[in-house]
């Protein structure tokens, strides 16, 4: 009988645990659901700001903020929504938007895109309609794209409202020039220099190889050799290489090297026609060289897939000596390599002749970026002034100062009338507040009354020597203010072949003949009618003079 | 009336089923009516019905562009090796682990095969390319040690679709593992028994017994992964093109990608992205009608 009712009460006591059980499993179970719910809209909120909308929000959270207190203030601050291509990792923060915003009158919502994707997204906000009311572009290719737009009446032309603008009118009118659209006008720009192409290198391995820094290509050759064959580290091991390059024949090593063997720049002059810069000998010749390097092992054999980033890298990590680039880069690449190697030493050269003797290096057009105004954002004549009316004062010493150099005690100091840029350990605090924003600045120090920059790292001071120097030997690109319909169209998928044969050759995958016939297979594609294009562009400019 | 009180005896299921119902209408079917502008000339400032209509225009450029030939056939050849190769892999490691007595082991096999499932091509892509590198990645260092010649795995066009498949594998074979395996848990094990009794033996078992007892998932999946292969696809390959293996490696997404996103083809790439649908169609209605005549299961 006791067993019984034991066995009836266990059964039932079994029974209730297994039903609290379950109970505490399913409330368990909806607890981590509603988690699980939440850090998903967490996570979406977040990885909106990695598209750039977390700054939009946070900028609208301070602009709301803003906005109240203003709301008090006598005039309602304008609002402008940009959006730009963001250069550096990671989002700048908000204090020299706050104090831009403050001195200006203007709210400011920021919509910073990756760099890397900026081009989708410009897609993508022409597709959707959601323009912001200044747009940038993120270099002359994008510019190039979006001509058909500017020509279908997208956006307004600015020309003739910049002489009411006291500031905006000290532009430089050769590279406004170099923007116009059949001779309208309807960017604003940012000023690049023209010729800062070069080199920058471990000093420290040269002076412990008792090597001058090269002259010319075949010096240069011979450094690459010794960086990779002679120990420069001192370490005993063989681990080190010359040149460190990347999957970019733009603004990698190749088309500066092309330059100093005296390729034209994207376009060059043959028998009275334009042609482009891969139907040239020269071309050719840089190619070799690159292969003969590339077979003997002083760059990087996997440079056709290393990204910018990776490229660095082996650099800053002492695998590398040699950095052909922006020699402006000099003072980055230094920061990121000392805490590594405290003795090394860094330093630009830029110099290299070509095999006859000569130095020619590439140009860009005078601007690095150009911003436009949306018809679909901004509506009326009113708003387009009071937009210009922001960039207006962009162009003043107290504002472009703010936004090229921050705060002077905090992020730079004074030093004979010339900005000296806080380095080491406050390095992270100017590229985290102020950097961004130097990117997005118009004009130039020139013409904007910013303090042009006081190098204290000797490396920067050779830099900015050499890029003064190298306007001497420039070579232009006599293509840069004309269009062709078929390169908007098709440019992409056009330079891909060209792009890929080159790296193809270099590579040792197809040879002389293969390349001859990659250019046919371009023409055919629609090479041809770009060639025809161009050159009656060309015609035309040259009769208007 | 009864068809009313049987949606009202199962409210709470047609409840459960209703947001899902909603996804597949909101972002599946309304976005449809955006096919029209493979018909037109579509400028995004001039909206749908502000664009010029060209009829099949676009159509007949894809079909004159010198690359379309390369891309159907690099489409299909990665597809068909996904079927030849990738697809009768989790049902061997089904198969295999199936015949597992100890538990713990199982399971333990089951979760490191199912984990590369839930990492993002973006990782699976870099984690090969660090161990392939001719710069020393660790493959590479292992044949120099055992005295072979170095290998160039990532700029060598040869090795591009064994890597596509290799990475498929690791990356998707757990999944599949998983939806086999319990197939076979549902197999009726007096079948097992009988078959013994007839004197089979393991190999045998596996294959008159499970394989055939599973053979209506088999027949589903393959039809599934059909239909999604055409699809899915574009950021693993996206991220294993460079400039020497694009010419088999370029695929319907990828160039979809670069005209339509990179160079603002708007229309150009829709029509491009409606012809490989409905090849992806095609493929499915053909399996499954196949299937229906073979008296299978089928997905319509």
């Not at chain 1, 940009?82 to 104090?99: F, V, Y």
Request: proline share 4%; net charge neutral; charged share 20%.
């Amino acid at each position: 009988m006791i067993g019984l009712k034991n066995f009836i009460l266990n059964r039932e006591v079994d029974r209730m645990a297994t039903a609290t059980r379950r109970k505490m499993l399913s409330l368990f179970a909806a607890v981590m659901l509603a988690f699980g719910l939440l850090a998903a809209c967490a996570k979406q909120s977040g990885s909106n700001a990695d598209a750039g909308g977390g700054a939009a929000s946070g900028a609208a959270e301070s602009g709301s903020g803003g906005a109240s207190e203003t709301a008090m203030a006598p005039k309602e601050p304008y609002k402008i929504t940009i959006m730009a291509p963001m250069k550096e990792k990671d989002l700048p923060s908000d204090k020299i938007l706050k104090e831009v915003e403050e001195k200006t009158g203007y709210k400011l919502e920021f919509q910073w895109v990756p760099d890397g994707n900026y081009e989708e997204k410009l897609n993508t906000v022409l597709a959707t309609n959601s323009f912001p009311q200044v747009l940038y572009m993120k270099n002359q290719a994008t510019f190039v794209q979006f001509k058909q737009a500017i020509r279908d009446g997208q956006f307004w032309e600015i020309g003739p409202y910049l002489k009411d603008f006291p500031n905006l009118s000290r532009l430089n009118p050769t590279i406004l020039d170099n923007t116009k659209v059949d001779g309208k006008l309807y960017t604003l720009y940012m000023g690049r220099d023209l010729a800062r192409q070069g080199a920058i290198y471990r000093k420290d391995w040269l002076d412990r190889l008792n090597l001058q820094p090269p002259t010319n290509i075949d010096e240069l050759f011979n450094l690459l050799k010794a960086f990779t064959e002679n120990d420069p580290d001192g370490n005993g091991k063989r681990d080190t290489f010359g040149l460190t390059d990347r999957n970019d024949l733009v603004y990698g090593a190749f088309k500066t090297v092309a330059s100093w063997f005296h390729t034209p720049n994207n376009w060059g002059e043959k028998d009275g026609q334009l042609l482009p810069e891969f139907m040239f000998p020269q071309y050719v010749q840089t190619m070799d060289w690159f292969k003969k390097v590339r077979d003997a092992g002083y760059m990087n054999k996997e440079f056709p897939v290393t990204s910018k980033n990776d490229q660095r890298n082996l650099f800053t990590s002492g695998k590398a000596g040699v950095y052909i680039g922006a020699m402006t880069d000099a003072k980055t690449i230094s920061d990121e390599t000392l805490p590594n190697f405290p003795d090394a030493v860094i330093d630009v050269f830029s110099r290299v002749n070509g095999p006859d003797g000569q130095y020619t290096t590439w140009s860009i057009p005078g601007y690095g970026n150009v911003l436009m105004f949306p018809k679909a954002a901004v509506k009326t004549e009113d708003d387009l002034k009071q937009i210009l009316g922001f960039f207006d004062q962009e162009m003043t010493p107290e504002i472009a100062n703010l936004m090229y150099w921050g705060n002077p005690g905090e992020h730079y100091e004074l030093k004979d009338g010339l900005a000296a840029e806080f380095g080491g350990d406050k390095a992270d605090l100017v590229a985290r507040d102020v950097r961004e924003y130097r990117n997005a600045l118009i004009g130039e120090h020139e013409t904007n009354g910013s303090y042009e920059g006081y190098d204290s790292l000797p490396a920067m001071q050779h830099a900015t020597q050499l890029k003064t120097e190298n306007l001497q030997y420039m070579i232009n690109d006599p293509a840069a203010a004309l269009d062709s319909p078929t390169l908007a169209q098709k440019g992409e998928q056009l330079q891909q072949i060209m792009s890929d044969a080159t790296y193809q050759y270099i590579l040792g995958k197809i040879d002389g003949a293969g390349f001859q016939a990659a250019i046919e297979n371009w023409k055919k594609q629609g090479g041809g009618d770009v060639i025809r294009e161009i050159n009656e562009a060309y015609q035309k400019s040259k009769q208007a003079g | 009336m009864e068809r009313a009180r049987r949606i009202r005896r199962n409210k709470w299921l047609y409840l459960m089923i209703l947001p899902g119902f909603l996804y597949f209408v909101l972002f599946k079917y309304i976005p449809m009516y955006g096919l029209v502008i493979a018909f037109q000339d579509y400028k995004p400032y001039k909206g749908i019905f502000g664009s010029e209509w060209v009829g099949f225009a676009q159509f007949s450029r894809l079909f004159h562009d010198p690359w379309f030939w390369e891309i159907t056939r690099n489409t299909l050849v990665l597809f068909g090796l996904n079927i030849v190769f990738f697809f009768p892999v989790p049902i061997i490691l089904a198969l295999m682990l199936n015949e597992v007595r100890v538990q713990a082991f199982k399971r333990a096999i089951q979760t490191a095969v199912y984990i590369p499932y839930f990492m993002s091509w973006v990782i699976v892509v870099a984690i090969s390319f660090v161990m392939l590198t001719v710069d020393n990645g660790i493959i590479n260092n292992i044949l120099t040690m055992t005295g072979h010649e170095k290998i160039n795995f990532l700029l060598d066009v040869r090795w591009f679709r064994p890597l596509y498949i290799l990475q498929n594998i690791w990356r998707e074979a757990g999944w599949g593992t998983i939806i086999y395996l319990a197939a076979m848990a549902g197999t009726d094990p007096q079948l097992y028994e009988a078959a013994r009794m007839d004197g089979a033996g393991r190999f045998r078992q596996m294959w008159h017994v499970t394989l055939p007892s599973i053979r209506n998932v088999i027949v589903i999946m393959l039809l599934l992964r059909m239909g999604s292969v055409l699809e899915v696809g574009f950021e693993h390959v996206y991220l294993l093109l460079n400039p020497t293996n694009r010419h088999v490696g370029e695929i319907f997404d990828t160039f979809m990608y670069t005209q339509g996103l990179l160079q603002g083809q708007f229309s150009y790439t829709t029509a491009i992205g409606f012809f490989r649908s409905l090849v992806g169609l095609g493929l499915v209605v053909c399996a499954n009608a196949i299937a229906r005549k073979f008296n299978e299961e089928s997905l319509f």
